[in-house]
């Protein structure tokens, strides 16, 4: 009896010591990023930005551009693709277009993204400086993604804050009318312009990052889409008089991969390197991500030469 006393003992000593532990169940992956040991250092406060420019490489965010050129006069379809294109030539577009909806996702992808820096970042004990640059450059990204959205669809949902689970599961979210959304994209632009600094300010290697006139070239897009002339031309007479871009000798060569951030760039989205001669493995899903040369005329890629 008395050796059953002590090992019950024993037990007990045990399952009290170790209720002492409030984490002994609780394990920190080691080789995710948790949610719960981030957004502390400005490293976090950096790569989460980062992230969403990297939403922007998707194909079915920007890599598409081919699309965009046939639904207008400037572009027909030919041969290849065929499914593709034709269903994105008018009147051909439904709403179960299938690279509408994967246009639609991408964009909105980089959106939250933009809405988690920008809810994150301010509670953050970083340098002001950084925190502020790097809450300009989300307003800046998710005012161009949802610049794109309203270009390409009309009347979209906007949310500048990310919706809960309950929401997000609706079966239909609300759709705001485009001029909200266009006002907040104006929105988003003109505070980011007040606190991005100008390209010079950028180490070399932070080029590539949303700078002030990267804002206020697309709140001049923005202002020509929408017929207000006059505010395009004033914004773009201030990227013009700060003389901080210059023409590219060469207009072939501007588009090429090997020019990025050229003296003629005010924002581009920088690309990934692949081998040469393209790997067969190579997918289309590195549209724009990929840098390569076409071998079977002028297609998805752009050649070197």
Request: glycine share 6%; charged share 20%.
């Amino acid at each position: 009896m008395k050796k059953i006393k002590h090992i019950l003992s024993g037990l007990c000593l045990m399952l009290a010591t170790t209720a002492c532990e409030k984490d002994f169940l609780e394990t920190v992956s080691s080789n995710q990023i948790a949610e719960k040991t981030f957004w502390k250092t400005e490293q976090d406060a950096t790569q989460a930005v980062n992230g969403i420019y990297n939403a922007l490489l998707h194909e079915d965010s920007f890599g598409m551009f081919m699309f965009n050129d046939i639904l207008t006069p400037i572009a027909a379809h030919t041969q290849g693709q065929g499914n593709y294109t034709n269903a994105l030539t008018f009147p051909n577009v439904s709403t179960t277009n299938d690279l509408a909806a994967r246009r639609w996702r991408a964009l909105y992808r980089g959106i939250y993204r933009a809405n988690l820096a920008l809810e994150r970042i301010p509670g953050m004990s970083i340098n002001e400086n950084i925190k502020s640059r790097l809450m300009g450059e989300a307003k800046f990204l998710r005012a161009l993604n949802y610049f794109y959205l309203v270009q390409f669809f009309g009347d979209v949902p906007l949310y500048t804050t990310n919706p809960g689970i309950e929401e997000a599961q609706m079966p239909q979210m609300t759709r705001t009318p485009a001029a909200e959304v266009k006002a907040q994209v104006y929105k988003d632009l003109e505070e980011a312009y007040d606190v991005l600094p100008v390209p010079v300010a950028y180490a070399k290697a932070d080029a590539g990052r949303a700078t002030k006139y990267a804002a206020l070239a697309l709140k001049g897009r923005a202002q020509l889409y929408d017929e207000n002339f006059s505010g395009a031309a004033q914004s773009f007479k201030e990227i013009i008089d700060s003389k901080a871009y210059t023409l590219f000798p060469d207009y072939f060569g501007l588009f090429n991969y090997r020019n990025e951030n050229n003296s003629e760039v005010i924002f581009d989205i920088s690309t990934a390197t692949y081998p040469v001669p393209v790997p067969a493995t190579c997918s289309s899903g590195i549209w724009v991500a990929g840098k390569h040369p076409v071998t079977a005329g002028l297609g998805w890629r752009q050649p070197l030469t």
